[in-house]
């Protein structure tokens, strides 16, 4: 082997995992959109946390990048290398892929470890016939893992219910761009024993540490889900229902916008017939899991919110068991592939108060408009969490581009945030001071430099240069 970093990795993990041909690399070394990526000196592939401690030395001591893979299902080129560049010179991939171990439930605590390379789908598999579930959930389940979800604090469609991935980790194992092993993985409820290492690996997208297990909070899996997709004639009568029913029913775990343009997009891609009659402008999708007769009291609680007087509501659907509730998710659950296949699409990920949502969703067509004329605006998202998707048709998708700073600058200014539930990764970074002061960057810096002090990890992510 000519390249003497990758020479060091073979002897870690074997020549098996250490991937140098081109064509075997090109899937890490792409984004899921398509937006993002470029070369990469080579992908590793360690197979426990001994070996990822031993890449990060043999990276540290030859001072190479490492960028942290896990699904390669982000949204903002995070996962992937810069490019373009080089390939010998760049970056090394390690894909945590192989950490695929799942510890025994925890009963009693409702705990489970589990390595940090294991998809949700996988976990969801194993959890379902012990009466568990994982509490979050994501269209992305099947590629998603659960290293890659805690270091995006990945949301999702049961927020508004169960919180985000950071309500989740009560311990992790890390190896820090320090080459230090970090273990806490024995999640006492209690335990007021100083810094909350794994909290800070939440969120941090592979710029402190390569997260190798984790310790999460598991939820008994509710008897019954149900769901309803209501039809609207515009976005307020679509958010008045949502909050409405959220009122009225307990058992409510989700709330999804979806525009019409959506729908109609999910629609051609898939081939599937209208959910509803007419031509509806919003839809909302909301979801109940619990003990009881789930559909009837959706049912109910729509009936009391989106009756016959009540103002812009076209039509509802409400499905009870598993297949039909399946088949209305897909109208919300298949956007994003609808969009790549007609794309690739650029994507803004923002949240907002709830109580600014239908500001936002008014002025931002116009706001499009103005910068990107000829673009096609999709919107989409977790309205009770405040977060919608905007997703761009007819606009480059990578690099920068002007509608990035209006709609950004639109959300900011409605007190919301640059990044929903995505992250920063290498789309947002630019726009990270829109959303934190200097003192709290400068704060972010001094965390980097002493868990990662040679800057190896994921640089460029998440912190600008
Ligand atoms: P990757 O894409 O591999 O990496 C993402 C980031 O995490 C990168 O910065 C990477 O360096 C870092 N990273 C990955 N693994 C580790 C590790 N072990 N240690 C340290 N850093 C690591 N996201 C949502 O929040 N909500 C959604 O509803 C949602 N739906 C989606 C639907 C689709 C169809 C798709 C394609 C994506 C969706 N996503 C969603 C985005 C994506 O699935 C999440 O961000 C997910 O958490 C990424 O997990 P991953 O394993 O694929 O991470
Ligand atoms: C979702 O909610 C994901 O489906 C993806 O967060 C959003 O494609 C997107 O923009
Ligand atoms: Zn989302």
Redesign the pocket.
């Known amino acids: 082997v000519a390249d003497a970093v990758v020479g060091s990795l073979v002897d870690v993990v074997g020549p098996g995992h250490v991937l140098t041909d081109a064509d075997v690399r090109v899937g890490y070394e792409q984004d ?1 959109t398509g937006a993002f990526g470029g070369p990469a000196r080579a992908v590793v592939r360690p197979g426990s946390t001994a070996e990822v401690a031993a890449v990060v030395d043999a990276c540290r001591a030859a001072s190479v990048p490492i ?9 903002v080129g ?2 992937v290398p810069e490019g373009p560049g080089p390939p010998g010179r760049g970056e090394i991939v390690l894909s ?1 892929r192989r950490l695929q171990t799942i510890d025994p439930v925890d009963a009693a605590a409702g705990q489970i470890t589990v390595g ?1 390379g294991v998809t949700l789908l996988a976990l969801q598999e194993r959890l379902a016939p012990l009466g568990f579930e994982v509490g979050v959930d ?3 389940r099947s ?3 659960l ?3 805690a ?2 604090n ?4 049961r927020v508004l219910r169960h919180g985000t991935m950071r309500g989740r980790v009560v311990g992790a194992e890390a190896v820090l761009g320090t080459g230090a092993t970090v273990t806490h993985l024995r999640g006492l409820t209690k335990d007021t024993t100083g810094y909350d290492l794994a909290g800070l690996l939440v969120g941090s ?2 710029t402190l ?3 190798t297990a984790l310790r999460l909070v598991i939820d008994p899996r509710p008897a019954q889900r149900a769901a309803a997709l209501v039809a609207t004639t515009g976005f307020d009568a679509a958010l008045a229902t949502a909050v409405g029913v959220h009122r009225r029913l307990p058992t409510l775990e989700a709330a999804e916008v979806v525009d019409g343009a959506t729908v109609e997009l999910v629609m051609a891609t898939l081939d599937l017939p209208p959910p509803v009659a007419g031509h509806p402008t919003w839809y909302v999708l909301l979801g109940a899991a619990g003990p009881g007769d789930e559909a009837e009291d959706l049912a109910r609680a729509l009936d009391a919110t989106a009756g016959p007087s009540a103002v812009g509501v076209i039509d509802a659907v409400v499905a009870g068991d598993g297949p039909r509730v399946d088949a209305l998710w897909r109208y919300r659950d298949r956007a ?2 609808s969009l790549a296949a007609a794309g690739p699409p650029r994507k803004l990920d923002v949240s907002v108060p709830v109580s600014a949502l239908a500001a936002f969703v008014a002025a931002v067509p116009d706001a499009v408009a103005r910068c990107a004329p000829g673009a096609v605006l999709h919107v989409f998202g977790h309205v009770l969490d405040g977060n919608l998707h905007c997703n761009l048709l007819g606009v480059p998708s990578g690099g920068g581009h002007r509608v990035d700073d209006v709609v950004l600058d639109l959300a900011v200014g409605l007190g919301g945030s640059i990044g929903g ?3 920063i ?1 290498r789309a947002k970074r630019s726009f990270l001071h829109l959303v934190r002061s200097p003192a709290e960057i400068d704060a972010f810096r001094a965390v980097k430099s002493a868990l990662d002090p040679a800057g190896i990890l ?1 640089p460029g ?1 998440l912190l600008p240069a």
């Not at 960028?67 to 949204?75: A, D, F, R, S, Y």
Request: charged content about 5%; glycine content about 34%.
């Open positions: 899921w960028i942290p893979q896990g699904g390669n299902t982000g949204l995070g996962g945590t940090a994501l269209a992305s590629g998603a893992t290293g890659g979800m270091a995006t990945a949301g999702g469609t997208e592979g540490g390569v997260i994003t592939e539930e995505h992250g990764g994921n992510v």
